[in-house]
């Protein structure tokens, strides 16, 4: 008999559009969320929507704490957590990338407090996910914690955020194709737990970027809404599957590898997409979805070599053949590729000359 249950832990609310920035305290107040907020935020996030949300509180009679970050950290996590207690905060609002709303979604998590997710770029699918991602030293750890209760996403602010944090979005969430195709394998070959309806969920988002591709454009809203609604599909998907899977394969190894090689070189999103190039060839060879893969990136300018990313290619391949080291993830890297297998793929797909 079939006894497992299983608690699957999705935003209510999600209000994407055009100067939805406005309605934040709607958006609280619809959540029953009472008492003082703590905004995390960052220093140009905070100037472009901390202060004007803080003012809607503030008109409304509340007065929220705002913390500005400037790294992502555990140290900054704790930060929040200290303040957070001090002031005798009710509830969390993230505003800004990346940085400020996993660092938010972690300390609510730890807190046990409720958390608003409002992204002022569409960098990577943390904006909604059940994951915070942040770096240690010489690597970055994925952490387990509760999705966001609500996500305010204005279309109008995500279209002005610099275009390459746009793009490493969408690089992210094309590389959703190759971590499904890991994810399968690994059912196959290990028997690793497997949601049928997290990954077709996964992989619909990565076909709307890749099918869209010529779509996203700089300035434009309606590139600010394909990516944002792909984004939350995708974090919603690990949500459903409880795990980072539907959206971390082989291509984020990868990328974790050159973060220890050359801390900073280049975005997240910039580093899975041009993993995903040649983790799908590794699936699929020649006539595989690697080569539709490396022309959505590079309809939307997003990197396609190692020269684009900043990383000379001797790293590539160093990277490339110790990843699989990394975490316990089995994925069509399996138990590793020698330097000659690794500059083949390498340079096959272009990433290398």
Not at 16 to 22: A, L, T
């Amino acid at each position: 008999m079939f006894e497992k249950s299983t608690w699957i832990r999705l935003p209510r609310n999600v209000v994407v559009g055009h100067g939805v920035i406005d309605q934040v305290v709607d958006v609280v107040d619809e959540l029953h969320l009472q008492g003082r907020p703590l905004f995390v935020t960052s220093p140009t996030p905070r100037e472009v929507a901390a202060d004007p949300i803080a003012a809607q509180f503030e008109a409304a009679g509340i007065d929220p704490v705002i913390v500005t970050v400037e790294t992502a950290s555990f140290d900054a996590v704790e930060r929040i957590i200290e303040t957070a207690e001090a002031e005798e905060v009710t509830y969390l609002v993230g505003i800004g990338g990346g940085k400020a709303i996993d660092i938010a979604k972690m300390a609510s998590h730890h807190l046990e407090m409720g958390f608003c997710s409002v992204p002022t770029a569409a960098s990577h699918d943390g904006i909604v996910s059940n994951r915070g991602s942040v770096p240690d030293g010489d690597t970055r750890h994925s952490v387990a914690a509760k999705p966001p209760l609500a996500v305010v996403a204005d279309t109008s602010v995500l279209a002005q955020a610099p275009w390459e944090l746009t793009t490493a979005g969408c690089a992210d969430i094309i590389s959703n194709y190759t971590a499904v195709m890991d994810w399968r394998l690994a059912k196959r070959l290990k028997d690793v737990e497997y949601s049928e309806y997290a990954a077709a969920l996964s992989e619909m988002t990565a076909e709307i970027l890749v099918g869209n591709a010529d779509l996203v454009r700089p300035g434009l809203e309606e590139s600010a809404w394909i990516v944002s609604k792909a984004l939350m599909s995708s974090g919603v998907a690990m949500s459903i599957a409880d795990s980072s899977r539907p959206a971390s394969g082989a291509e984020h190894l990868f990328s974790h590898q050159l973060d220890r090689l050359e801390p900073d070189a280049a975005l997240h999103g910039h580093q899975v997409g041009v993993g995903s190039i040649m983790t799908a060839y590794l699936h699929g060879g020649e006539d595989g979805i690697w080569r539709d893969i490396h022309d959505a990136l590079d309809s939307i300018d997003a990197p396609t070599t190692a020269a684009e990313l900043g990383i000379d290619d001797e790293t590539v391949l160093e990277a490339l053949t110790t990843c699989h080291e990394i975490r316990d993830r089995y994925t069509v890297l399996g138990d590793g590729m020698n330097e000659r297998a690794a500059r083949e793929v390498a340079t096959v797909t272009g990433v290398i000359e």
